[in-house]
């Protein structure tokens, strides 16, 4: 029922459905000696790849060093889900920063997504794009949470959203798991490593230069000019953003204390028959549950299940995944449990303690951004374009986005993980309890 686990050298993609569909991938050479540029981006995922593009759109010279290949990091394996908004809701934003920092966020609930198909669009990116993603409720709580945000939303300008009760939710899910649900027709979803690794192209094509297996070991930004060291060579250029999210690992020890790596697990089944897919779901949308910790799922292009859930905190694989994922598929799908299972994988998000992703400036020249807490496939593009402005002259959206006061994780990266866990031991119990 579970093939056997692939295992691919560290620096090469995680052995994902998503690495095994994506071709023959261009090769990118390797930082050697010294190189000056504009701007130089550690970290080709979505931030750094967002962040090179809009720079890149505006005139200036870009640099990407990627310390693996690109779309390596989460950009390439997550679950693919273009949610709208952020990690943290409008009602904990307002409740936190008040109402004006609560009606900019309002403002740019939308705004990742539509960068996003704006560069399919003009780059030629194809990345199995499909409409609108579905929340599904557990619970009558859940119902009312999603209530209260399309509420909050209504308020905020966006109409998008349509609720469903117990009967009409099965238009769009095979399954008698769910209360109902809400699904947002704004949202979509997506092949993630063709996503990244389209941008990556576009960045090429915009006249960026990339290079991969280039590891940042560490970075000096007391000067004027900050310089990227990496084993083989360095950059030095007049601006550096940090875009390593959860990989970055110790390059830059001032943004340890910001984020924590946490790890969540996912599984791609074997390609469903047309029957079976249009069986569990008949709209092709995807999904994610109101839990703490939630399931995601969807169709790939192949109609493979991408089933993704669960936490390890500190960012540690879990080694057996598909014991921990498959029941929790087999609980929304039990008609599935014939079905193989081909592929299965860990990631990293970075967690952020308020789950509001974090921007700012380590130096008048260093820029970073990360942060988005699980829910950072439309984030890391806001963000980077933000960052992109910033960098260009227009601070008017950064200035908001910096200006939001951060905490460390309580007890650093040691403690922080152990925190965070009973912290979604509680969460999850309430979950399980129904509270
Ligand atoms: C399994 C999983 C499922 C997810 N599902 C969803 C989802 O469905 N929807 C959603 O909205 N979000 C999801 N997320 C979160 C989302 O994928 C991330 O928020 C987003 O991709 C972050 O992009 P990033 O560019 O900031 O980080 P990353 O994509 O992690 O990119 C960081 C890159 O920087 C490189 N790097 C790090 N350190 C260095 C260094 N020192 N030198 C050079 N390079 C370096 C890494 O190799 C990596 O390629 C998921 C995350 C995971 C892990």
């Known amino acids: 029922m579970v093939a056997p686990a692939r295992v691919n050298a560290p620096e090469e993609h995680v052995a994902s459905a998503y690495a095994a569909s994506v071709g023959v991938l261009p090769e990118r050479p390797q930082l050697q000696g010294e190189v000056t540029a504009d701007i130089c981006v550690i970290g080709g995922g979505y931030s750094g790849l967002s962040t090179a593009i809009s720079l890149l759109e505006k005139g200036h010279q870009v640099i990407v060093l ?33 109402d004006d920092t609560a009606a900019f966020f309002g403002r740019h609930l939308q705004e990742g997504g539509k960068i996003i198909r704006q560069r399919i669009e003009k780059y030629g990116i194809d990345c199995d794009l499909k409409e609108k993603n579905l929340y599904t409720a557990f619970t009558k709580k859940h119902l009312l949470e999603l209530e209260a945000k399309q509420a909050l939303w209504r308020r905020h300008g966006m109409d998008d959203h349509e609720m469903f009760d117990r009967a009409s939710i099965r238009q769009h899910v095979g399954s008698d798991a769910y209360l109902g649900g809400m699904i947002d027709h704004s949202g979509a979803h997506l092949h993630p490593l063709k996503l990244a690794l389209g941008e990556a192209a576009a960045v090429e094509s915009l006249g960026g230069r990339i290079f991969e297996q280039s590891r940042v070991v560490s970075v000096d930004y007391s000067g004027p000019q900050p310089v990227a060291k990496t084993a083989a060579g360095q950059v030095r250029c007049k601006n550096l953003v940090i875009c390593g999210n959860a990989y970055l690992g110790k390059a830059v020890p001032a943004l340890l204390p910001r984020i924590l790596p946490v790890s969540t697990q996912v599984l791609a089944t074997e390609p469903l028959s047309d029957e079976q897919a249009r069986d569990i779901l008949p709209t092709d949308v995807c999904v994610e549950d109101c839990r703490y910790i939630l399931d995601y799922f969807r169709l790939s292009a192949d109609n493979r299940l991408i089933f993704g859930g669960g936490v390890l905190y500190g960012g540690r694989d879990a080694k057996d995944i598909a014991a921990r994922i498959r029941p929790n598929m087999l609980k929304i799908f039990p008609q599935l449990k014939n079905v193989r299972i081909d592929y299965t994988w860990n990631g990293n998000f970075a967690l952020s303690f308020s789950r509001v992703p974090q921007l700012g400036q380590l130096s008048n020249h260093t820029w970073f951004a990360h942060g988005y807490s699980g829910h950072g496939v439309t ?50 119990l309430r979950d399980k309890l129904g509270f």
């Open 66 to 98: 990627e310390g693996a290949r690109i779309g390596w990091g989460a950009s390439g394996r997550n679950g693919g889900q273009v949610v709208n908004g952020f990690n943290a809701g409008l009602d904990t934003i307002t409740r936190r920063y008040g």
């Open 379 to 428: 984030g890391s593009h806001f963000y980077g374009k933000v960052l992109a402005d910033a960098i260009h002259g227009d601070l008017s959206q950064y200035n908001v986005l910096a200006g939001l006061p951060w905490l460390p994780f309580p007890g650093g990266r040691l403690f922080g993980a152990q925190y965070s866990a009973i912290g979604s031991f509680y969460y999850n």
